[in-house]
């Protein structure tokens, strides 16, 4: 990534060693850093970075986050520019975003994707690959932080059952564990011989609702579902309690949150305001909904069935539908769905958080949707650059979301990592990225 954000959400430079903004706010230039290596030797020059957003921007759906670049243009050997439509304040959190890993444009053109080759500067490069059972990194010497990393080999392995994952923690068969399922941290959170890793993430899961399909067209509908969930309860059951109740921007979003009072009125369960909801649109006998689950998804599993006793209470019948990810997927892009539990990892900056998940048009528009004055403020809120100006933007922003219930925000769950006592310098990051492992070494003591 050109840039990446420390924990506290700070853009700080990576592959990028600087940057500068024009006046007008259409164009950024980059200065690279030199001598950084790719795991195939190629020293990383401007060419690769305009290769990988032109390929972006081609063939990716990660190019709704860039929709507002017009164009990467080199400058020299090590200097770039992204050139933009019009100012594009979220730019930065969309470089160091999940879309924004920089490629090898040699190693491309060699091996023509990424399925067999992985082509990055970051500091371990694939070795071996057994799909769905491991994949071996071994230590990129050409890293170009120095004296990093510091362990020479890691083995990603593939175990499903996470029963069997904290199985192997307590034999220690293995150094590193992401906890999927929270109730699995009482577990193992006294085991003297494991260090617990436990901290707020930018995701969160929530309640698709697809705003095309009959009575969820209306948004009153929406809004009884809304109060008549009891989103504490579906917390205590789906993750244990770990996490807690979140507003559209999430706890490590801290510049951009709205206070707790604020949002929080649009989360007290209320069944008479639901029931009369219902009535108002018609719906007082209620209807039948789908309700999509992947199964290897611990919280959406758990917290499924809470969510339908509690629609049942309005007169909402929920049938919970078990989808294979691949298909889940499928169907969530094609928007084939009534409603589905679903979970993100999040995004630092508002527009990265919001503009390709609901602009009705111009982003993704996961709940099929439109509500014009939400998308001109979505709008207005890429283009500001001023930071106190932006935040009254995305206030209003998330005020209309709540109160027009696009998705239903239920908890945000905290991250869970273990590792043997014997593993320092591992530490957690809010967007769940393995930026942890960089620093990570053995005490053999």
Do not use: C
């Not at 799909?131 to 362990?151: I, R, T």
């Not at 992401?178 to 009482?186: A, G, M, S, V």
């Not at 403020?377 to 696009?406: A, C, F, H, S, W």
């Amino acid at each position: 990534q050109l840039v990446r954000f420390e924990p506290d959400m700070t853009p700080v430079p990576e592959l990028a060693e600087s940057w500068q903004v024009s006046p007008d706010g259409l164009q950024w230039t980059f200065k690279l850093r030199q001598g950084v290596k790719f795991h195939d030797g190629q020293e990383l020059t401007s060419a690769d970075v305009k290769f990988t957003f032109d390929r972006l921007f081609e063939k990716s759906p990660g190019k709704s986050d860039f929709i507002a670049v017009d164009k990467v243009e080199p400058s020299g050997k090590h200097g770039v520019k992204f050139i933009t439509k019009e100012p594009f304040a979220g730019l930065l959190a969309a470089l160091g975003g999940f879309w924004g890993f920089i490629i090898s444009e040699a190693g491309i053109k060699k091996h023509g994707d990424l399925n067999k080759a992985a082509l990055g500067t970051g500091p371990y490069m694939l070795d071996d690959w057994k799909v769905e059972q491991q994949m071996v990194l071994k230590k990129h010497g050409g890293y170009f932080k120095k004296g990093l990393p510091h362990v020479d080999q890691v083995v990603l392995r593939v175990i499903p059952d996470e029963a069997n994952i904290v199985a192997a923690l307590r034999t220690g068969q293995i150094h590193h564990a992401f906890i999927e399922d929270n109730k699995n941290y009482n577990l193992l959170k006294e085991e003297k011989t494991l260090t617990g890793y436990r901290s707020s993430r930018l995701g969160y899961d929530f309640l698709n609702i697809n705003a095309s399909r009959g009575p969820l067209k209306d948004v009153r509908v929406r809004q009884a579902i809304s109060y008549a969930i009891d989103r504490a309860q579906v917390l205590r059951v789906a993750a244990s309690g770990f996490g807690r109740l979140t507003a559209p921007a999430t706890a490590p979003m801290k510049q951009w949150q709205l206070p707790e009072e604020q949002w929080m009125k649009y989360y007290r369960p209320d069944l008479d305001r639901a029931k009369k909801l219902m009535t108002d649109a018609g719906q007082a006998a209620g209807f039948t909904v789908k309700l999509g689950v992947i199964p290897t998804f611990p919280t959406m599993v758990s917290g499924a069935p809470v969510v339908a006793a509690q629609l049942k209470r309005i007169g909402i019948n929920v049938e919970i539908e078990n989808v294979e990810y691949a298909v889940w997927i499928k169907r969530w892009l094609a928007k084939d769905f009534d409603m589905t539990m679903n979970t993100t990892p999040g995004y630092a900056d508002p527009d990265t958080a919001f503009f390709r998940a609901l602009h009705s048009t111009k982003g993704q528009n996961w709940n099929s949707w439109s509500v014009p004055d939400l998308d001109a403020l979505l709008e207005e809120g890429r283009r500001t650059m001023d930071p106190k100006k932006r935040k009254e933007i995305y206030d209003r922003v998330q005020v209309m979301i709540l109160e027009n219930v696009p998705h239903l925000w239920l908890f945000s769950a905290d991250t869970i990592d273990f590792t043997q006592a014997t593993v320092k310098g591992f530490r957690q990051h809010p967007t769940t990225l393995l930026y942890g492992f960089e620093g990570v070494w053995l005490d053999k003591a």
